[in-house]
Nanobody, 122 residues
Framework: QVQFVESGGGLVHPGGSLRLSCAAS????????MSWHRQAPGKERELVAV????????NYADSVKGRFTISRDNAKNTVYLNMNSLKPEDTAVYYC???????????????WGQGTQVTVSS
C-alpha cells in the first residue's frame, strides 16, 4: 500500500524558512520523479516543484523559483522541500507524490497523503 507522510509544516513569519519532509512507503522513489504540490483555501491544488528520477534535474512554479528547493534521498525513500523567504501567499497545505510527465505537464501517480499545513503570517 502506497503512503505519503508529509511533515515539517507550521506557523512562520514572512521571510522565514521551513523544511518539509515526505516519507514514502509502498514503492521505491528512485524509480519515479517526485513532486510537491500545495492547495490554498478556496484554490485548486497546484504543482510547486518536481525532481526527476535520473539526474535529479528540477522544475519549479514561477511563484517559488529562487526561494524553494526540492531534493531527494533515495536511500531514505524521502523527498524534501526547503522553503526560504516565505510569503503569506505561500500559506497552503503541502503534499508530495510521485509524478509522471505528459508533454510539459506533470501528473500525480498515487493517491494523496494527509499533507502538512504551512501558514505564513505576522
Amino acid at each position: 500500500q502506497v503512503q505519503f507522510v508529509e511533515s515539517g509544516g507550521g506557523l512562520v513569519h514572512p521571510g522565514g524558512s521551513l523544511r518539509l519532509s515526505c516519507a514514502a512507503s509502498g514503492f521505491t522513489i528512485s524509480n519515479y520523479a517526485m513532486s510537491w504540490h500545495r492547495q490554498a483555501p478556496g484554490k485548486e491544488r497546484e504543482l510547486v516543484a518536481v525532481i526527476r528520477s535520473r539526474g535529479g534535474s528540477t522544475n519549479y512554479a514561477d511563484s517559488v523559483k529562487g526561494r524553494f528547493t526540492i531534493s531527494r534521498d533515495n536511500a531514505k525513500n524521502t523527498v524534501y522541500l526547503n522553503m526560504n523567504s516565505l510569503k503569506p501567499e505561500d500559506t497552503a497545505v503541502y503534499y508530495c507524490n510521485a509524478a509522471q510527465s505528459s508533454g510539459t505537464n506533470w501528473y500525480r501517480v498515487w493517491s494523496w497523503g494527509q499533507g502538512t499545513q504551512v501558514t505564513v503570517s505576522s
